[in-house]
């Protein structure tokens, strides 16, 4: 376990928020010049469960020697498999592709609170 003193420990957050928010633009900016020649129908948020999944891994590591993420992870599927079910039983015409889009939206939020909760809490074993 690598003990971060207050100032790394905000100093990664800061990089991580940098990171993510630049990610987020040049990926519009690559996406929006080549609009003209093919049409994406990504969004950047769309990556960011992959992007805050590493950044919960560290910053829970670094700070607490275990990783959230294994329980961040098994609470969203959890959550999915049980909105699966209900979708599958509720929808006349159930569709794959629009469960797979709903699940990723989720997914993006429910992960950028876990990193956002994981953030709080290694902030409280700094303090």
Do not use: Q
């Amino acid at each position: 376990m690598i003990t971060i003193s207050a100032f790394g420990f905000l100093t990664s957050v800061l990089f991580e928020i940098v990171t993510v928010f630049l990610f987020s633009l040049s990926f519009n900016v690559v996406k929006g010049s080549i609009r003209k020649l093919v049409t994406i129908p990504i969004r950047s948020s769309d990556f960011y469960p992959i992007i805050l999944s590493i950044y919960i891994y560290e910053l829970s590591v670094n700070k607490h020697g275990i990783s959230f993420l294994p329980y961040i992870l098994l609470v969203l599927f959890i959550i999915l498999l049980v909105y699966g079910v209900y979708y599958v039983f509720n929808r006349d015409n159930a569709k794959v592709g629009i469960f797979y889009k709903i699940s990723w939206r989720f997914s993006v939020i429910f992960i950028f609170v876990g990193w956002a909760s994981t953030i709080i809490v290694c902030a409280a074993k700094t303090l």
